[in-house]
């Protein structure tokens, strides 16, 4: 059972991490004075430093304040590979709400459109990529994936706290070779945690906020235990804060461990474990004519209203537990051959609850009629409704390992082959459950226990369905350095096979209990760079990728109150993406910059359309045919200038074009056929054409303010370009002091966070799109009918104070 411990304890702002034991690493080197530092030392979760790696900048540390000449503020670093990788660091983090999620560390990104559900990070909300959602890219901590297995998606509120965040990284055209990702043609973004520092102490922070928000974190760093190598730190939050709009609030208990142990030849192994426990209550995203007539308060019913109540808000809960492990390790054989493992470990438990009125005498399963007792009277009496909790529940496991050989052939080249293996167990289930008919109020939320069930004793399931993954994927590459290491080349080439097995414990005479997916995709990568001297270097590169379709693509559903199956599972085609990219990049004294024109020719396009069912939302995969996109990211940056002022700018371009009519059915002569929706040529939704973003922040070492204003273009929202979202801005400020040391207190810090000063209201991103919102006729005559998208709302105005030490 899950200690919950509650914490009142001063904040540990983590831009003092450095100073107090988490020293950031990933590009920094501390050049110690007076203070005492943590010695930079590699990642337990890295391989040996790839050639070209970009050099560490410099930390000047002045008593006990620090000083840094990271570019724009931690918001871009150096960068040398032949790809694009846009890359934020310890620096901007560090200034950010210490709620803040990985999704909306990326904000400032020129490739990342990210839609926040609330303004803490309690939430998972989206993030598209070129135009392409957050299930089209990879995730990874240290390594390992955190993407569901099932239907690709990726749940930042549930990964790791900010203050144990190092870096994160967007490679916005292509995965690592080395990626165990099987759903990459949007790219990669690689989180790191932090590594436990050399010397003992900690940090210890709280928070307060808007709409009742507190925070308490400790974290706890061994320092080297004696002569072994071995050091740890523990970290603990504890997080809680009303809903922005509507009824109900969200809580948070996290845990996050890291051991490192290092060997006196280069060699390192060790331990990540980062565990979530949290419950919220969901908001409900508006449709059009919603958003329309009642915008925000657009809500779950706060008070409840009789058994017909579906909307009331305790009825529509997401409670979820989860854990990730990874045991990374680094062995030195000689200094020419070197091996990576990474074994990892992924479990999760949990729903997003709903609810439905059901009637005694007309209850099915699986397309049949089955007599169900729902108000517990022991007979079943024709006409009697009961309301009823609907979770979408799962559970999942997912074991799997990466093994990697690095060999150094001679003075040129660095030779690269591995395997990836991992088999994972899902199990979905949406079973039916007892609700107080009086008070409104669901037994139990996890949907486990007191459930309604059928006359032989079995649960009351809508629906049932276990999915087995298996993944193999071989890789083999070269990275090649000529003449003085001017140019640098990487070839690679993987072959990723995956066998999807889905059986459906809940499906009809017209149904499948079986369907199996089996898939073998080729995927060849190139880059290559030309580096004229320090700061100049153009490079190009290639990449092939792919992703599987959801699981729930495979699955039959039928209503549980008729005999109507309401989706017909199948097979589907992965999507393929090829992906080309032209950039160059200049690394001044003071100047950084970096531009990089794109274009990406894909192949049965999936697009994961979000519904409601039973009030419970799930996904599903659509597959929209051909697309073309094109388009140009800038990114611009300085060290300090004008007495410790660093800017930041970006921008993107992006044509996304729908290359195809998308197959469809329609309405002709009273009778439903088979069509196409007009599509070819139409702009792809969730796609705004220019996004740009601008950043300054000051910091003389005590004092440090930062601004950060994006703006984000026209969306649409249905396929046929009908309906949009405006554009829109968003912007933050953030305000803190370091102070000096006071005893055992190490720079205790007080910082402002703030975002949307304008309290500015509008839709901020599209939860579930549609064909067309206006109906339209079938390039085969035959009627489409409209429907409404429904939409994200940008979250208000929200401050956030903390107080920190380190000890």
Request: no cysteine.
């Amino acid at each position: 059972m899950v200690i919950r411990l509650r914490l009142s304890v001063l904040l540990a702002s983590t831009a003092i991490a450095g100073l107090t034991g988490t020293t950031a690493r990933a590009q920094t080197t501390s050049v110690a004075s007076s203070a005492t530092t943590a010695a930079s030392t590699p990642a337990v979760s890295q391989a040996a430093p790839a050639q070209g790696e970009p050099k560490a900048e410099v930390v000047n540390v002045t008593g006990r304040t620090a000083l840094t000449r990271s570019p724009g503020a931690g918001l871009m670093r150096v960068e040398t590979a032949p790809k694009a990788i846009q890359t934020i660091t310890r620096d901007f983090i560090s200034k950010q709400s210490p709620t803040t999620n990985i999704q909306q560390i990326l904000k400032m990104l020129p490739s990342a459109n990210v839609m926040d559900q609330d303004s803490f990070g309690l939430y998972s909300g989206s993030t598209m990529v070129r135009g392409l959602d957050q299930t089209n890219i990879g995730w990874t901590l240290d390594g390992m994936p955190l993407n569901d297995i099932g239907g690709g998606q990726f749940y930042s509120n549930e990964v790791l706290e900010a203050e144990d965040l190092e870096t994160v990284s967007l490679l916005p055209g292509s995965v690592n070779l080395d990626s165990p990702i099987v759903s990459g043609a949007g790219g990669l973004v690689a989180a790191t945690m932090s590594n436990p520092s050399h010397k003992m102490g900690g940090l210890m922070d709280i928070s307060f906020g808007s709409f009742d928000m507190t925070r308490q974190f400790l974290k706890l760093n061994s320092g080297d235990i004696g002569n072994s190598g071995v050091r740890f730190m523990f970290a603990f939050s504890h997080t809680k804060a009303n809903n922005y709009r509507g009824p109900g609030l969200s809580e948070k208990f996290h845990y996050d461990f890291k051991l490192v142990k290092d060997f006196e030849n280069g060699s390192h192994t060790g331990l990540t474990v980062s565990y979530n426990d949290q419950v919220n209550d969901s908001f409900l995203n508006p449709s059009l004519s919603q958003y329309r007539k009642t915008g925000y308060s657009t809500n779950y019913d706060a008070d409840y209203g009789g058994v017909k109540d579906t909307g009331y808000y305790k009825l529509h809960v997401n409670p979820f537990r989860n854990v990730v492990a990874i045991l990374p390790t680094h062995i030195v054989v000689n200094s020419r051959l070197s091996i990576d493992d990474s074994a990892y470990f992924w479990h999760g438990i949990g729903n997003g609850t709903g609810a439905t009125t059901l009637t005694e005498g007309k209850t099915y399963y699986g397309g049949t009629y089955v007599p169900i007792d729902l108000t517990g009277d022991g007979k079943v009496t024709s006409g009697a409704t009961y309301l009823a909790l609907t979770p979408s529940n799962q559970e999942q496991f997912r074991p799997g390992n990466t093994i990697k050989v690095n060999y150094q052939l001679g003075s040129h080249h660095h030779l690269t082959a591995g395997w990836w293996y991992e088999y994972s167990n899902l199990l979905q289930y949406s079973p039916v459950g007892m609700v107080n008919q009086t008070t409104g109020e669901p037994d139990n939320i996890w949907g486990t226990r007191a459930l309604i069930k059928m006359p032989n004793g079995q649960p009351y399931n809508y629906r049932d369905f276990l999915s087995l993954a298996q993944v193999n994927m071989l890789f083999i590459g070269d990275s090649m350095d000529y003449f003085d290491r001017k140019l640098h080349i990487d070839l690679g080439f993987k072959e990723a096979m995956m066998t999807r097995r889905v059986y459906n414990y809940v499906y009809g005479p017209d149904g499948t209990y079986n369907r199996n997916l089996h898939v073998a995709e080729p995927l060849p990568q190139i880059g290559i760079a030309w580096n004229f001297n320090r700061h100049h270097q153009i490079f190009v590169d290639g990449a092939t990728n792919f992703k599987v379709p959801s699981n729930t693509s495979l699955v039959d559903y039928y209503s549980n109150t008729s005999a109507a199956r309401v989706q017909r599972g199948g097979a589907s085609t992965p999507q393929y993406s090829i992906s080309e990219e032209i950039g160059y990049r200049y690394t001044g004294d003071t100047v950084i910059g970096s531009v990089s024109f794109f274009n990406y020719n894909m192949t049965n396009r999936l697009l994961t359309l979000n519904q409601y069912e039973n009030g419970t939302s799930y996904s599903q995969t659509v597959n929209a045919g051909g697309q073309t996109s094109r388009g140009v990211d800038v990114q611009v940056s300085t060290r300090p200038i004008l007495y410790h002022l660093r800017p930041y700018a970006s921008f993107e371009y992006l044509s996304a074009k729908i290359d195809n009519n998308i197959g469809t059915t329609s309405t002709l002569n009273g009778a439903t056929i088979s069509d196409y929706l007009p599509t070819k040529g139409k702009s792809q939704i969730n796609s705004p054409k220019v996004m740009a973003a601008l950043g300054l922040d000051y910091d003389d070492g005590h004092l440090f303010v930062g601004a950060q204003i994006k703006y984000v273009g026209k969306q649409y929202a249905t396929l046929m370009n009908d309906s949009s979202i405006p554009n829109y801005i968003t912007d933050a400020v953030n305000i803190g002091y370091r102070f000096g040391s006071l005893g055992f207190l190490k720079s205790p810090q007080v910082q402002l966070n703030m975002t949307n000063l304008t309290n500015a209201k509008f839709r901020s991103g599209i939860y579930t799109f549609q064909n067309t919102l206006n109906g339209v006729t079938g390039v085969r005559g035959g009627a489409i009918a409209g429907a409404q998208p429904v939409y994200y709302l940008q979250t208000p105005f929200t401050a956030v104070v903390t107080v920190s030490t380190g000890f």
